[in-house]
């Protein structure tokens, strides 16, 4: 019987950890990563919680001053969007459940995004925090695949011109070779030998 009481105990403390364990843990934040993104492409980022009482939900950036993106009251689900992301970012679901939706990116927006979710503790009337694990945003100017699209390319193209001219330089070489052989060959002439004779006048008039 005293096995069994102690069993019991230790049956009724580890339900309370586990419960406990799972109310430290109701804030969840999906995807870990979103990179190799063109500019002006769209990312998702989802927030839930199963917990009570929860006030307000805000989607904030870690490393660019600690910015407030997009608040969400739950009490009216009255959304408020910072003026520097009005027309690209928005926000859809209920409560406990949203997705923030983020467009038209550039690479100023890469940064580290997390959901801080308020929530009013009954007991001592004061708000409480609960921040869940970032989300991060690494935004490209190209594709690397483009890029690597691009570099074959070039190296084709730089083949091609190496090719071309070298095929062209023979080409002149022989044109110039053929161009001397012509011009020797025509110019030649052998000497020839002349024998002139010299009369003089005295003579002349006896050869006559």
Known sequence: MESLHWIYLLGFFSIQAVCSWSEQNLVLQSPKAISLMKVNSTANIRCYSTMHNLVGLYLKRRF???????????????ININKMYQHRHSVTGQCCDFTFHLSQLTVEDSDSYYCNWTQINTQKMDAVTYQSEDTIIIV??????????RNVTMYRILILLGFTGLVIIVCVLIGVMLWCC??????????????????????SASLL
Request: proline share 6%.
């Open 64 to 78: 660019y001053g600690n910015t407030d993106i997009i608040y969400v009251s739950l009490s009216n689900m009255k």
């Open 182 to 203: 012509t011009r020797t060959k025509r110019t030649y002439s052998p000497k020839r030998s002349h024998n002139q004779f010299c009369i003089c006048p005295r003579h």
């Open 140 to 149: 490209r100017e190209r594709d690397p695949k483009e890029d690597c699209k």
